[in-house]
Structures are given as C-alpha cells and as structure tokens.
Nanobody
Framework: QVQLVESGGGLVQAGGSLRLSCAAS????????MGWFRQAPGKEREFVAA????????SYADSVKGRFTISRNNAKNTMYLQMNSLKPEDTAVYYC???????????????WGQGTQVTVSS
C-alpha cells in the first residue's frame, strides 16, 4: 500500500496559479499510474488529471485542459499539478491517488491522500 500526502493548496485570486504536490511512500512509486481528483462541497469527487507510471502519457478533464499540467518525478517519489488561470469553479478539495489497476476512472485508484483545499476567489 502506498501512502500519499498532498500539499500546496491555499487561497488564490481568479487568474492566479498554484502548484500542488503529492509525496508518496511505502511502495514503488514509479510502478503505477497516478491521478488528481477534486471534490467541491455538495458535489461528487471528479477526475482532474492522470499520468502514466513513466510520465509519458497524460490525460485531463475537459474543464482543466490547457490550464492544468500534471507531472511526476519518480526519483523524488512526487507528483505535481500545476494550476494556472484558476477560476472560482476550481474551488475544491484536491486529492491525489495511485492506480491499483489500469484506467482513469475513480474505481481504478486504490490509494488516496487526505486532500488539500484550493479556494479561488472572484
């Protein structure tokens, strides 16, 4: 089982940027794909972005495409989410997750961090 810890959340004005980090331990980080999800108050957790074990393949939700960039550094056991041009609708708790089977659906991820709050003010 891999342990995941997110950091980097905070309060930012619309149009601003934040960089989230996800530090992993307990399992060979480079063996599995990783992803970011988010959950706004009163809404279901939704997919944001995913990255393959090598970092060579990425995917994004349409709502963040062109604004967010997912990346990873396997030597540092860390995944990142660079968020630019933030909008108030990006406000949510952001979670990182590790795949326990192939795919980017929420059910394909078996390990989750505790989440980090991102708040975008208008």
């Amino acid at each position: 089982q891999v342990q995941l810890v997110e950091s980097g959340g905070g309060l930012v004005q619309a149009g601003g940027s934040l960089r989230l980090s996800c530090a992993a331990s307990g399992r060979t980080f480079s063996s599995y794909g990783m992803g970011w999800f988010r959950q706004a108050p009163g809404k279901e957790r939704e997919f944001v972005a995913a990255i393959s074990w090598s970092g060579g393949s990425t995917s994004y939700a349409d709502s963040v495409k062109g604004r967010f960039t997912i990346s990873r550094n396997n030597a540092k056991n860390t995944m990142y989410l660079q968020m630019n041009s933030l909008k108030p609708e990006d406000t949510a708790v952001y979670y990182c997750a590790a795949n326990n089977r192939p795919g980017s659906s929420i059910n394909a991820f078996g390990s989750w961090g505790q989440g980090t709050q991102v708040t975008v003010s208008s």
